[in-house]
DNA sequence: AAACAAATGATTGTTGACAATCTACTAAAC
DNA sequence: GTTTAGTAGATTGTCAACAATCATTTGTTT
């Protein structure tokens, strides 16, 4: 007799809450955001191969919800497609990473104006605390703590600039970007400080609302991060790449 | 027998092509360049509910491939999806359109930069054609005939900038804010003058290689075109009975 | 032994069927 | 007349089977 289940008083059970999550959310987005989780975290490394009926069996779910999660997931750049041949966890290449690097530049720099120009008390207050905790990993030279502090950073700046659209754009390149610099970065413990530095001043100019700084360094300190990134990889000198233009006037 | 496939000759008819095509695209991929076709061209409006039996049975497809092109097509932003309800072709409210706008002037300022930078002497020439006929359509103050020059010289110019990431994005960003522009523009004829000024000046700048001066226009040219259109929607809501004003929410 | 050919196994691409949910309509109650 | 409950139809979500393609191994030939 189904109509038990509406006789059912309100205690939440695992098995309720899981019918609830599936009231809200199809099986394809979930393992959409699964499989992003895995990737974005690199406990799905940059080239491995996802195979389908082993997913859908990990996550006890038939392969159609799985295909589906992949066409997502390609479109926003995570995984790449090979007809007949499966998706791979997308590889960034040096040069592709070079290109990105300087869209998010584009990006930042607007987010910088924007957030000069909007910022909440609050979000600033968050703000000047990551710093302070970056002062600390900075001092101990560990990367693994810096990392998730300087994404949660661009994360709070981002949301204080107040525009969807752009925030929606910005996650999306900053994953690309971290599919390549995950590996690199906690190789590059020696930037950690320039970087820190970059940070206490955009936030200062941020709070000063000074548009035109804050979009500025902004900019700027995405382009030094791609030359130290090159740098780290290569002992060699970096492509002639202008960090000062201002990001669009 | 189906012995007999592998026996025919070279001779490419309807049949052989179509086969020729299936080799390296998948059907989700073909449905998802046809709705996405459909979509940009107006073919299919905003807001329009997409029916999956229906859309699988006009391409001679199952339900599958149509779903999964669905995935990245919301992805994408061209259609938005609600759980057991469907998908609809998105409607981009005059806010988010505001907001869009922001983005895309970002964006094209990099375009104008790194265009200025990197241009081809063939690319600077299909630029001056282009605006060559938009004085034709200027003159004419033909906006069926301006609209397409103006996607067509912001795609020449995006593919000068010789970026490939920040070209796949910012495509992503003018489909999108086509799904707004396109009742409106058609209404803005007197904007075209202005529009055409702009775009002679950008390319005269690109030509020069002035880097923040391309870079500089091309982001006011956005901004521009952003008021232009505010303007338009504010004057004109007036409670005379003309058709349509729906899509501004 | 090296190289090519055929066959086998594994994986993806596609389809149709079934289950769950929503929408629209009818009818009864107030 | 309006509202509410119930039902029938349509639509989406999920799944499992089938077909096509690719990868690998085996066997044959030189």
Redesign the interface.
């Known amino acids: 007799m189904p109509r038990a289940k509406l006789l059912l008083p309100a205690l939440p059970n695992a098995h309720d809450t899981a019918i609830a999550v599936l009231r ?3 099986l ?1 987005t979930l393992v959409q955001r699964e499989l992003e989780r895995q990737i974005v975290s690199g406990e799905l490394e940059a080239g491995a191969k996802l195979n389908e009926a082993e997913i859908a069996g990990e996550l006890r779910v038939s392969r ?1 919800p799985v ?3 992949f ?2 997931l ?3 750049g995570l995984v790449r497609t090979e ?1 007949n041949r499966g998706v791979f966890v997308r590889q960034v290449s040096l040069e ?1 990473a070079y ?2 690097y ?2 998010r ?3 930042d ?2 987010i910088g104006r ?1 957030a000069a120009k909007r910022i909440q008390p609050a979000q600033l207050q968050r703000l000047r605390e990551i710093v302070k905790r970056m002062h600390a990993a900075s001092r101990a030279l560990d990367p693994d703590a810096y990392f998730p502090l300087n994404i949660e950073f661009h994360e709070v700046l981002g949301e204080a600039a107040g ?4 925030l929606v ?1 910005y996650q ?2 900053v994953n ?1 970007l971290n599919l390549y610099r995950r590996e690199v970065i906690s190789r590059s413990a020696e930037s950690i400080p320039a970087s820190t530095k970059d940070h206490e001043a955009i936030v200062n100019a941020v709070a000063k609302g000074d548009e035109a700084l804050a979009g500025r360094l902004l900019f700027e300190h995405v382009i030094n991060g791609r030359e130290r990134l090159h740098r780290v990889l290569h002992e060699a000198p970096v492509p002639r790449a202008r960090a000062g ?1 201002k ?3």
Chains 1, 2 share one sequence.
């Not at 525009?163 to 752009?166: E, G, S, V």
């Open positions: 809200e959310h199809s394809t159609g295909r589906e999660a066409r997502a390609d479109q926003s007809k592709e290109e990105i300087e869209v530049a584009a990006l720099g607007l924007l525009n969807h659209a752009l754009n999306r390149i690309e233009r990001a669009a006037t």
